[in-house]
Each structure stands twice: as C-alpha cells, then as structure tokens.
C-alpha cells in the first residue's frame, strides 16, 4: 500500500513539477541599441512566466566558459570553436542576427578592393568573423593582404580612422554611420556580397535544453515574434522601448541611432523571422570552417545545432 | 663532501616540489576542475608544438622589444631621477609625489587609457612597460642614495673630499645594490605590464597567443602561453638574483 501511494506522491510532484523558471542568460558584450529585440522579449517572456536573468560579461569567451562550467544557461555568441573542442555537449537552438559588417577604406589611399593587394588591413581579432570576411573578400578579388593587424572593438578601429592610425579595416553598422558622420566624404565603404553567417546566435548545454524546453521555447517564441514585428515596422522598437522603459539611461546621441540601426538591419535582412534554424546552421558551419574558427573539415550540423526548440516554437506561432 | 651532498638535497626538494605541484594540476586537469582546465601533460605537449612550430618564438621575438625599450629607458632614466631625488631637495621634492602615486595607482584601469594618447602601437606597450617599472627603479635608486650611512659622509668630509668625490666614491658605491634590486623588481613589474598591455591594448606577441586561444577554445595552447611567461619571468628574475649576489655579496 506504502509503495503505491509513495509512487504516486513521485509521480505527482514529478508531473506538476514547473520547469525551470528562471533562465541564466550570459551576454558577452555591453549592453546596448543592439541587444534591444533581446531585451524586450525577455520582459514579454517575464509576463508568460519565464524570468530571464541577463549578465554582461566582458567577452564572449567569458560568457561562453560561464555556460560549459554551468554557471550560466543560455549564452550569446558564435563560440563554434568552443563547441567543436570542449567536451560537454553545448548545441546552438536559434539565430538571433546575421553579421552586418562594411569594410571601410581612407579614400586618399585606396578606392577599390584591387588597391588593397600588398597594403596593411585591421580587423577585430585572429579567427574573428571580420578577419574571416575580409579574407572571403581577398580569395573573391584574388588579392593579398601584406598584414593583418588586431585591434577589438569596432569603436577603437572607428577612432583609429578618423585620427588616421588605421587606412583601412570593417566596421559594424552603428560605427560605421558614426565615422561617415563624423568625416563626411573621408571615407569608402567598399561592396561586399551577403555574408549569411550568425553575429549573434543562442547557445546552450545540451542536456539543459532537453529538460528545460517548455522555458526555452516561450523565450525562442517571443524573440521570433520581435524579430517579425521589427521587420514589419522598424519603428515598433522604438515605441516598444519607450513603453517598457528599456535602456532609460542611453545618451541621447545613441537614442537617435535606433531607428536608423535597425531600418538599416531590416533592409540587410540580418533578423530573421525563422530563427534561423538549418539555413543558418549551414551558413555557419561554412562561413567559421572558412575563417579557421573551426579545424575539422567534415562538421556535422547535429553537433552544432539543435531544432528541436526552434520547430516547437515555429509550431505554436503558424 | 657534506657542502655537495646539501646541495644535492636542496636540489632533490625543489624537484619534489615541482613533480608535487605538475602532479596535482594533472590529477586537476583529468577530474577535470572544469571541461576547459587542460592537464599538465597536455598543456607540455602543446607548449611542445608551438616551440616546434615556431609560434612561441614569434610570439616573444615581439613581447620581448616593448619589454627590453622600456626596462632600458627605464633603466637609464629612472636611475637617473633616482639618482637626482637622492642627491637633491628640490629634484625630490618636484618628482618624489608624481612616483609614490604612480606606486599605488592600480594599472590595469590607467593602461587603456594610454591608448588614447599613443594610439595602439609599440609607442603604447613601451609606456605601460615604463609605467609599472619605473616607480620601482627610481624609488629603490632613490632610497638607495638616502639610506648611505652618514658616518661614511662624514669621514669623506673629514677627510676633506670634494661633493664629486662624495658622490662617486661613497654614495654611489653604497647605493649600488639597492639600485640593482630596483631594476630586477623593474623587470618584474616589466613583465606585468607588457602581458597586461598586450591582453588590454592590442594582442600581440604572448598576449595574441593567450587572447586567440582562448577564443577558439584551444585551451592547453591557452594555458601553454601562459605557463610559458611565467617561467621567462620566473627563470629571468633568478638569473638576475644570482648575478646580483655574485656582484654585491
């Protein structure tokens, strides 16, 4: 009798036990204009009942250690090499932006892509997503760099230009608006065909997406459903950052670029209103083999992604 | 017989303690304390394949200019200004503050903002070299001067020497060992300052190595670089030890 009513005492609580309510999620970077979808649909997730924690840590490398030790449950980023070589099983679930870079050029020194064959460039950091356009570009043009030069952080290579340290290097958008502001007429961004691949995807241990997949998927849910919105209206962000009073003390200066950052990432096309999922995997897989980030030439997708939380979140939002 | 057999035990103990210490980070390593702490045996092997493969060599041929053009400005200049504060009033009086809150200020939050000055080249580690190294250098060539034994000037003067004879023959002879500490403490602080500016500035040399490994997750390579300056560090203050005891014993 004991046995069976101890049973179903397990049973029940094991049934009406809520998933994990409350997410760990590691960013490694400030917070900023940028993370702005990601903000709102944590607090539209904090309504449904998930309570999003968000940390920013300084780099991705350390936002990434805080999710293989545990410490953390979802991080932010592109850690591939990370999860090539380390073995806990960490799977990507969902692509929250594409890279948008502009290589940029001192127009007194080169105009075209042919003028950079023999000269120095500055990228972000060895095996970064820049250093890896910029060598796409150089394989495409057939030309060679003389050196490849580290500076991180867009806004430094920004200042580097403008005081003329660096001549030439690729910057994200809201730096590169700053600088073409800033010396009107100095500067070239040179054409760059679509690079397709992930800046920022979400990523997580893979035995903590098995057991928390009702938490997840309200999280995935919300984050498709602000993408959409932005894409139907770049503005809604805006208006949706004023009414949930998200990132009160920005400077003004930064307030005005909003709008345009994200009209501007609309017309790239760099949110996705799917999550990304098997397109996106693929894209990476290529693009991170191709920047030396990852060793291995046969990558599996199943090592890296997981669709599991993206299907089930694209099932209730048809 | 028992003067070497001392030294074979002294020997025989710092082996131990290194094979005690190599052995707890490889039992750490295969626990593991954590999926991205590398063991001891393959953090040797990857510190094997970048010598081998030439990275680690590029990689200090491009640490060590900073490091050297600082300690050697520091080196000449910083003697210098020690020097002058020890042997003058108003020299010391002018600089002594400038140097006793260069000693305290914490480093690591004033050297991004060097860059902001020298930009992001060589000029910018050279300083952050200069500026962890010098408060050392000149303070300890400072005290040195002014901690001379004042029975020893005095018999100078007794003896009716010159200012010039004071200086060269007694308080530079005196004032030498303490001003040799300085500069091996100076390399110490050096070699902080050059990692530091090197992680915080732009990755080059070691700091590129550390920085980039760690970014692609190569962590025994990571640990490998790291290990790597410590014991340049470590095995370069030793050398300095023992010639400093060899020259004033």
């Known amino acids: 009798m004991f046995k069976y009513l101890a049973a179903a005492l397990i049973a029940l609580l094991s049934s009406s036990a809520p998933a994990q309510s409350t997410l760990k999620y590691a960013l490694g970077d400030v917070v900023s204009i940028d993370e702005l979808p990601l903000l709102v649909a944590v607090e539209r997730a904090k309504k449904r009942g998930v309570n999003v924690e968000v940390t920013a840590f300084k780099s991705e490398e350390i936002a990434t250690q805080a999710v293989i030790n545990g410490q953390a449950d979802i991080g932010q980023g592109t850690p591939y090499a990370a999860v090539e070589k380390v073995n806990v099983p960490i799977r990507f679930f969902y692509q929250l932006s594409s890279l948008q870079f502009y290589p940029i050029v001192n127009k007194e020194f080169y105009k075209s892509w042919k003028d950079l064959d ?6 972000h950091a060895r095996g ?18 003389k050196n490849v030069s580290y500076v991180p952080g867009s806004q430094v290579r920004a200042v580097g230009l403008l005081k003329g340290n660096i001549k030439a290097s690729i910057l994200d958008a809201s730096n590169k608006n700053y600088v073409m502001k800033e010396a009107p007429g100095k500067f070239i961004i040179l054409p760059l065909g679509r690079v397709k691949a992930s800046d920022e995807a979400l990523f997580a241990r893979k035995e903590f997406l098995e057991k928390n997949q009702a938490a997840v998927a309200v999280l ?3 984050l498709i459903r602000v993408n959409r919105q932005i894409n139907k209206d770049p503005g809604s962000i805006v208006a949706e950052r004023k009414k949930l009073g998200l990132l009160k003390d920005l400077p003004a200066k930064l307030e005005a670029e909003i709008l345009p950052y994200f009209k501007e990432g609309v017309e790239t096309g760099i949110f996705p209103n799917d999550g990304g999922g098997e397109r996106a995997a693929k894209n990476d897989l290529e693009f991170f083999h191709l920047s030396g980030a990852l060793k291995s030439a046969n990558t599996k997708v199943e090592n890296f992604w997981t669709f599991a939380p993206l299907k089930a979140a694209l099932a209730k939002l048809k | 017989m028992a003067g070497k057999s001392d030294v074979a035990g002294r020997l025989g103990w710092q082996l131990a303690s290194f094979a005690v210490f190599f052995g ?4 750490a390593g295969r626990w593991p304390v954590s999926a991205a702490f590398p063991s001891f045996s393959s953090t040797f092997l990857a510190l094997m394949e970048m010598l081998r493969d030439g990275s680690l060599g590029r990689a200090y041929w491009l640490t060590l200019q900073p490091l050297v053009i600082g300690i050697v400005l520091c080196g000449v200049a910083g003697i210098g200004f020690g020097i002058g504060m020890g042997l003058s009033r108003t020299v010391e009086w002018l600089t002594l503050p400038v140097f006793i809150i260069l000693q305290a200020a914490p480093m690591a939050a004033l050297i991004p903002l060097i860059t902001y000055v020298y ?10 070299v200069i500026l962890l190294a010098a408060p050392v250098i000149v303070m300890n060539s400072y005290k040195g001067i002014r901690n001379t034994h004042p029975s020893l000037i005095q018999m100078c003067r007794s003896f009716l020497g010159t200012r010039r004879q004071e200086v060269l023959k007694i308080v530079l002879p005196h004032a030498a060992a303490l001003i040799f500490t300085g500069l091996r403490l100076g390399l110490a602080m050096g070699f902080i300052g050059i990692v530091i500016a090197e992680l915080l500035i732009t990755p080059t040399g070691i700091g590129d190595l550390i920085t980039y490994h760690s970014s692609v997750a190569d962590y025994p390579k990571m640990f490998a670089a790291i290990a790597s300056i410590v ?3 470590a095995l370069s203050l030793h050398a300095l030890e023992r010639l400093e005891r060899r020259l004033f014993p």
Do not use: D, F, H, P
């Open chain 1, 118 to 123: 023999g000269q120095e460039i500055v990228v």
């Open chain 2, 231 to 233: 014991a340049v560090a």
């Open chain 2, 24 to 27: 707890l980070w490889e039992l």
């Open chain 1, 128 to 145: 970064s997503g820049t250093e890896a356009i910029m060598n796409l570009m150089a394989k495409q043009q057939r030309i060679k760099y």
């Open chain 1, 220 to 222: 995935v849910e919300e």
């Open chain 2, 119 to 128: 930009g992001i080249g060589l000029a910018s580690k050279v300083l952050a």
